[in-house]
């Protein structure tokens, strides 16, 4: 099983920054891709930002070039700049292929963390 402790949500201006980060923990062996997935109230949730263990990335068209995501084995932080308020909304931390002892590979989803962008 592993565990997902997602931080660093919180309210921001519109234009200002926020950082997540996801620290995975658990009987890891090892995880294919980390990343981020947003949900707007009332949509459905969409990709914001994963990375593979190998280090390539891959962006949501519309967070391209504003946001950044980063790992360090089985932590992810994701760097939001120049926030607008169609951002605002529940950001989860996805841990996709996690290999665990009896377990070859699973996906697991964090509890979510509230931003919110508002002036």
């Known amino acids: 099983q592993v565990q997902l402790e997602e931080s660093g949500g919180g309210v921001v201006q519109p234009g200002g920054s926020l950082r997540l980060s996801c620290a995975a923990s658990g009987s890891i062996l090892s995880i294919y891709a980390m990343g981020w997935y947003f949900q707007a109230p009332g949509n459905e949730r969409e990709l914001v930002a994963t990375?593979?263990?190998?280090?390539n990335a891959n962006y949501g068209d519309s967070v391209k070039g504003r946001f950044t995501i980063s790992r360090d084995q089985n932590t992810v932080s994701l760097q939001m700049n120049s926030l607008n308020p169609e951002d605002t909304g529940v950001y989860y931390c996805k841990a996709a292929g996690a290999i665990t002892p009896g377990n070859d590979g699973a996906d697991y989803w964090g509890q979510g963390t509230q931003v919110t962008v508002s002036s």
């Open positions: 990375m593979t263990k190998g280090g």
